[in-house]
């Protein structure tokens, strides 16, 4: 899903790409927008990137504004439309909150309704996705399957914890956490 940035071993999604290519819009002509690349913590960037109006107009050729793959969400269901030619379980997505519209035949009516029997149930929602890639949100799916998420049981949560326990090496887990936490600054 993401293109190589020229003269880079960078990996830039196309809704980045699109985003960046928008900022270039209002500048006139000949103005060049320049955006620095940095690494978790360094104070200069690594690489600069320089951006025309020329250039932002082909990114946004390249780019096709919507896209469609296999891929699933998760989500609770908001509503349930089936007395129309194309049934369908519209879905708030948990990660981004958005309404997805998740198209199902008429013969995965029995397990639309399976995944409504709990009222705040999370739903896993698989099938061909339709992404919007300007805006960076999924708009639909056509469902190849729908099914509950297993309920969250914080006992075996709990059990899961100190199941590795080398999996620091020779650091405490206290160590590991504040390394990851200053790197990631």
């Known amino acids: ?7 880079a071993g960078v990996f830039i999604r196309p809704a980045t790409r699109l985003q960046y290519s928008q900022i270039a819009a ?8 320049r955006f ?12 600069w990137y320089e951006l025309d109006r020329s250039r932002a107009d082909a ?9 469609s793959y296999h891929g699933e969400i998760q989500g ?16 708030r997505e948990l990660s981004t909150k958005n309404l997805v519209d998740c198209f199902f035949k008429i013969e995965m009516y029995h397990s639309a309704i399976e995944v409504l029997e709990e009222r705040d149930a999370v739903i896993f929602v698989e099938g061909q996705v339709t992404e919007n890639m300007a805006l960076g949100m999924v708009e639909s799916i056509d469902v190849t399957d729908f099914r509950l998420a297993p309920e969250f049981n914080v006992e075996k949560f709990n059990a899961f914890i100190g199941s590795v326990p080398d999996l620091t090496g020779k650091k405490s887990t206290e160590e590991t956490i504040e390394e990851y936490r200053a790197n990631a600054n």
């Not at 620095?36 to 690489?47: D, H, M, V």
């Not at 349930?80 to 519209?90: A, G, I, M, N």
């Open 1 to 7: 899903m993401a293109n190589e940035a020229p003269d």
């Open 76 to 91: 609770i269901v908001h509503a349930l439309f089936k007395e129309t030619d194309h049934p369908k379980l519209v879905v």
């Open 59 to 67: 990114i946004t050729e390249e780019i096709p504004q919507v896209v």
């Open 26 to 33: 209002p500048i006139d002509i000949d103005e060049i927008i």
């Open 36 to 47: 620095g690349l940095y690494t978790n913590g360094s104070q200069r960037p690594e690489a």
